[in-house]
């Protein structure tokens, strides 16, 4: 709970209890006194007031009225999509190789006649409570990020936030998470950072932070270079993050296991000795095959066809039997395969060195020309747009859906204007700060 946001919103309601209700807060989370929470209480009230209102251009901020959840930031549908082509225009051009623009997950620049590729993954939200999981699977994700890139990983990073009451052990079953698939696939994790959520303003034992990685390379294998006549070939998975929540939070706990591998990193790696051209590679990870495919259509300029049934042959057995359990669409979810597009005559190569190690490929779709993405069921071709939201894999998000609840075209509106007013602030202080102004 975020304490300063909570006496903020009682303060601008002018609420005469406010005081109270945040000593309730504290004593509900925190084993002190009630006079030792008033106390609290008091200076949480005393730091709202006088952040209340700021004066100064820089703390300003036009809210447009448009909420995360609204817009389904973050739920890796549609509306995250769009949102990711407007933080690009946020950021604007860069002298980079690969930026935000090109929507990869990682981006990359060169140096001393290398191509540096730099990412960074978000650990799952859900998996808070499962340190150990969450710090396995988001160092998977970071890796898997570089791989993707024709790159091979160097280093790892850490940033660890552990909110004011959450115990230590926490902290150290999540650096041992990241630190076991560090130790399996041979790249060190050489820095990080450990904090605590808001200080002593957030209150719980929330963890959350997010692992780095760097790679080199000599090529590069990023989305926009998808081409016409392109096979796209898929390894087989088994999900990370996402099927861990969705086997945690539906009471399928043994499917866990099933997620704890790295053969996504060892097709990878098998990949990077292997004299073959690749065109582009993704991982099918948030937002499933459904949103890889819209954003390789989107970045490369092409057309890409899917067959339905060697996609699902791909799929973990456990884990497809759960999903359809579940009536959760595998195609929209994170399933952690290798996708990579390549010419047809290295296709047999490709697959060879990657069976190799143990790990199944198939070829399951190709490239054409022209726009858009779809599914190959039985003959018939089906419009393989990915939802607003993500497929809805806990019981919470089946709740909420996977339609917008407001009118799209209207907060699409208000998220280009929340943009724009980011862009003039930026150019603003850019401008102000060369010029040696003050008053920011």
């Known amino acids: 709970m975020d304490l300063e946001g909570f006496a903020k919103r009682g303060l601008r309601r002018r609420d005469p209890a406010i005081k109270s209700k945040l000593i309730d807060l504290i004593r509900e989370v925190k084993e002190i006194s009630s006079d030792r929470a008033a106390t609290l209480a008091e200076a949480v009230l005393t730091e709202a007031k006088a952040t209340l209102d700021p004066r100064g251009e820089v703390f300003q901020l036009n809210n447009v009225g448009v909420s995360m959840g609204d817009f389904g930031v973050g739920s890796r549908g549609s509306g995250d999509f769009y ?42 939200s859900r998996l808070s409570d499962y340190p150990f999981l969450a710090g396995f699977h988001v160092t998977r994700a970071a890796l898997r990020d570089v791989y993707v890139m024709g790159a091979k990983p160097v280093a790892l990073l850490s940033d660890v936030h552990l909110a004011d009451d959450g115990d230590v052990s926490k902290l150290f079953d999540h650096i041992a998470g990241i630190a076991t698939v560090s130790e399996l696939i041979g790249v060190p994790l050489i820095t990080g950072s450990t904090l605590r959520i808001g200080g002593d303003m957030v209150i719980g034992d929330r963890l959350t ?112 039997e759960m999903l359809n359990d579940l009536e ?102 850019v401008e102000r700060i060369r010029g040696g102004q003050k008053g920011l």
Do not use: W
Request: aromatic share 4%; net charge negative; with cysteine.
């Open 209 to 320: 932070g997010c692992v780095g990685a760097v790679g080199v390379s000599d090529k590069l294998t990023a989305r926009k270079s998808a081409r016409p006549g392109d096979v796209i070939m898929m390894t087989e998975g088994a999900g990370g993050g996402t099927i861990c929540s969705a086997a945690l939070y539906y009471d399928r706990h043994e499917v866990v296991d099933e997620t704890l591998n790295i053969k996504f990193l060892e097709a990878s790696e098998a990949l990077l000795k292997v004299d073959a051209r690749i065109h582009a590679m993704t991982d099918v990870t948030n937002g499933g095959i459904r949103g890889d495919a819209k954003e390789i259509s989107y970045t490369a300029g092409v057309k890409l066809i899917f067959e339905e049934e060697r996609m699902r042959r791909l799929v973990n057995p456990r884990v497809l």
């Open 83 to 124: 949102t990711h082509t407007k933080i690009a225009e946020v950021i604007g051009r860069t002298e980079a190789v690969v930026d935000s623009r090109q929507l990869d997950d990682s981006g990359v620049v060169q140096a001393g006649g290398k191509y540096i590729t730099v990412t960074v993954d978000g650990m799952h």
């Open 328 to 429: 959760i669409d595998y195609l929209g979810v994170s399933i952690d395969a290798l996708l990579i597009i390549a010419p047809p005559e290295e296709a047999e190569a490709i697959g060879a060195a990657i069976r190799a190690v143990g790990v199944k490929v198939d070829e399951i779709g190709r490239v054409e020309e022209g726009e858009g993405a779809y599914l190959d069921i039985d003959g018939q071709l089906t419009d393989f747009a990915p939802r607003f939201r993500e497929a809805a894999y806990t019981p919470i998000k089946k709740a909420i859906g996977q339609e917008a609840v407001r009118d799209v075209a209207e907060m699409t509106r208000k998220v280009d204007l929340a943009a724009q007013n980011a862009v003039e602030k930026k150019r603003r202080f």
